[in-house]
């Protein structure tokens, strides 16, 4: 036999693997059969790799390290757009979901005459794996808890409440609802660290209590800024109780006149 690898079987190389061949073949310190031998393919198929060496170099940047086969896109003009605007957005740090990127799609077929286009879930699969692109956690802005203190108190909770009817024990605690903040997670590009964008703090603070039974749940307080949000004109009765001051948090004064 002519080739070593002839009884072997020959397997598909990824991205990945050109990409170490090309390496290994630019060091120069291995013979290019010994290394065609070390990934089961031929000499043949090392010397097209090598021909073809600036084209996986690219795809490398562009894509999936473990993909094995180009995908094509079936409307080249509308991915071309798709991933220009979607490198866009992440460079601002602009949080990108599912939705969003097929409507822009849509848009842009559109914009482009194929109205047969459909952005669908499968479309939307396809467009990941062609580019790399997963869903990612963004950031996470909450510290850590103090594990000695949750300790301390669930040893001294029991005798605190030991003389009171469940039903008369009562747990009330207060929330941020941060109502203009984008999402947490994002499509990105996966070889790229996930970033976000300066959060908007623009709050309101919510006041929730329940007793140890839930049979009773209080009406929640919602605390704002504005003591007539513009929002409120015409309506004439809310599910929960408003109020507000200068910050929208919640003080003692205030959670005492909610109780009374």
Not at 199 to 215: P, Q, V, W
Request: with cysteine.
């Amino acid at each position: 036999m002519s080739d070593n690898v002839s009884t072997r079987k020959v397997k598909t190389l990824n991205i990945g693997d050109k990409l170490k061949i090309i390496k290994l073949v630019g060091e120069g310190k291995r013979k290019k059969k010994d290394i065609a031998a070390d990934f089961n393919i031929p000499c043949s198929t090392l010397s097209t790799i090598l021909k073809n060496k600036e084209e996986i170099q690219q795809r490398a940047i562009e894509g999936n390290l473990k993909c094995k086969r180009k995908r094509n896109a079936e409307f080249k003009d509308v991915e071309e757009c798709m991933i220009k605007w979607f490198k866009q957005c992440r460079e601002k740090n602009i949080t990108l979901g599912g939705p969003l990127i097929r409507e822009k799609a849509e848009h842009f077929a559109r914009s482009l005459g194929h109205i047969e286009f459909k952005a669908s879930n499968g479309w939307l699969e396809n467009l990941k794996k062609r580019h790399n692109i997963s869903f990612k956690k963004v950031c996470g802005e909450s510290g850590p808890v103090d594990n000695d203190v949750v300790v301390d108190l669930k040893a001294s909770l029991p005798d605190l409440i030991k003389d009171y009817n469940p039903k008369n024990v009562f747990n009330a605690d207060e929330t941020a609802l941060f109502f203009k903040c984008l999402p947490d997670k994002t499509y990105e590009f996966k070889e790229e660290k996930c970033h976000g964008g300066k959060h908007s703090k623009e709050r309101i603070t919510l006041l929730l209590a329940s007793n140890m039974t839930g049979t009773n749940m209080l009406k929640p307080l919602v605390m704002g800024k504005s003591k007539k949000p513009q929002c409120f004109a015409g309506v004439k009765s809310l599910p929960v109780d408003y109020t507000a001051n200068r910050k929208a948090w919640i003080n003692a004064e205030l959670f005492a006149n909610w109780l009374s």
